[in-house]
Every structure is written in structure tokens, then in C-alpha cells.
């Protein structure tokens, strides 16, 4: 089955750790993207990345990197700098634009991390 | 930049009654609409999405939403829910000023749907 895998699901650090937060998608999408949610705050844009090797900030990037080296791998790493990194993170994917597109977003099950 | 707005953060309702989900976007221009279903400590699943055409879109599982351009809403509704209808709903919008062609989606901030018996 195609699909986007998020590992692990529950995810507890220190304060003051560095954690990467997997995400793998068989789906030969080229348009990866990585959320935040937190209760009562929607989904925001931490990372998107449209081919590899190349990414653009979102709307809440500051704390956070990503990678983009291989297509079907988009891995969030977590930094020390992010002051508030506990929530839940959503991994997508969808089709990039090459005239075919419709914007639509696949998503995997999620990682839920705890930082004390 | 597009924007979403779900007017309801929270909507209680008894099983079999009917209910609607309220979702309005800021731009006018052409967009790709789309309502996403959360359960609890699960991704998003997609439920329905308006690509062009006509504008009463249906799911599987007995919702519907109706674009409507003038009023720029995409409200979601279903005639009868179910206990299994509990989740969590967001409204996405395709967001035309997208930077370098990049297909973001805009997400409202999301409505609990609670079914009771």
C-alpha cells in the first residue's frame, strides 16, 4: 500500500535535545510538508519542500531544520532553539505542480512529542 | 494571503440530527477547496474536495459541500450523523499566492464535531 509513514509515534525528550522526527512516503510525490498542531490552533507550516534537495521556510520555521535528500525521506529535526516544541507534528505529501496538480495533501499518522 | 475561517470551534450535536460546518476563505479568485477529517491522535484524512465543475460535492459516507463563489464558502453538512462521525474537521484552501508556484495549502483552525446519543 502507498502511504506516508511517520516514525515513531510518541516521542519524549529533555529539554535542551535535539530530536528528528521521521517521515517516509511511497507515493513518488515531489512535494513534501511539515505541520505543527496544537489544540485549537489549526495546522501551520513549519517546512515544505517541492523537488529534492531544495526547501523553503513556512510559516513557523524558526527552531526547526529539515532535510531533503532523497525524495521519498523529509526528516524534521527539532532543535534546542524551538522554546515551545512540545505538540504534535504532521508529516504530508502531495503531487507538485507540473501542470497536474491539484493541491491536495496526503498525510501520515502523525508524531506526537512530549519535551520536559 | 488567503485565509480560512471556520466559524465554529466546537459543535455538539445529537446522533441523527443534521449539522453543518461552517468554512469561508478570504480570496475570490479560482481555488481547490477541500474538507479534511481528524480522529483522535491520527493524521488527516481527506473527505471531499471541490476541483471545478459542479459545485455539490459528496463523500462516501453521506457528507456534502456545496462551493459557492459569491459568498466564498465551502460549508460542509450532513442530513444524519453518526456516534463514529466524533472528529475533529478542517476547511483547506489552495492558496494562489503561493511564492515560486508552491502548492500550500491554507488550513482553518479546525471544528470539533461531538456526536452524542
Known amino acids: 500500500d502507498g502511504g506516508i509513514t511517520q516514525s515513531p509515534k510518541y516521542l519524549f525528550r529533555k529539554e535542551g535535545q535535539n530530536v528528528t522526527l521521521s517521515c517516509e512516503q511511497n507515493?513518488?510525490?515531489?512535494?513534501m510538508y511539515w505541520y505543527r498542531q496544537d489544540p485549537g490552533q489549526g495546522l501551520r507550516l513549519i517546512y515544505y519542500?517541492?523537488?529534492?534537495?531544495?526547501?523553503q521556510k513556512g510559516d513557523i520555521a524558526e527552531g526547526y531544520s529539515v532535510s531533503r535528500e532523497k525524495k521519498e525521506s523529509f526528516p524534521l529535526t527539532v532543535t534546542s532553539a524551538q522554546k515551545n516544541p512540545t505538540a504534535f507534528y504532521l508529516c504530508a505529501s502531495s503531487i507538485a505542480y507540473r501542470g497536474t496538480s491539484n493541491y491536495e495533501q496526503y498525510f501520515g499518522p502523525g508524531t506526537r512529542l512530549t519535551v520536559t | 494571503a488567503q485565509s480560512v475561517t471556520q466559524l465554529d470551534s466546537q459543535v455538539p450535536v445529537f446522533e441523527e440530527a443534521p449539522v453543518e460546518l461552517r468554512c469561508n476563505y478570504s480570496?475570490?479568485?479560482?481555488?481547490?477547496l477541500f474538507w479534511y477529517v481528524q480522529y483522535p491522535n491520527q493524521g488527516l484524512q481527506l473527505l471531499l474536495k471541490?476541483?471545478?465543475?459542479?459545485?455539490l460535492v459528496e463523500s462516501i459516507n453521506g457528507f456534502e459541500a456545496e462551493f459557492n463563489k459569491s459568498q466564498t464558502s465551502f460549508h460542509l453538512r450532513k442530513p444524519s450523523v453518526h456516534i463514529s462521525d466524533t472528529a475533529e474537521y478542517f476547511c483547506?484552501?489552495?492558496?494562489?499566492f503561493g511564492q515560486g508556484g508552491s502548492e500550500k495549502l491554507v488550513f482553518g483552525k479546525g471544528t470539533k464535531l461531538t456526536v452524542n446519543p
Open positions: 480570496s475570490s479568485v479560482s481555488v481547490y
Open positions: 471541490y476541483l471545478s465543475g459542479s459545485t
Open positions: 483547506a484552501v489552495s492558496d494562489p
Open positions: 519542500s517541492q523537488i529534492v534537495n531544495d526547501f
Open positions: 507515493l513518488n510525490h515531489d512535494a
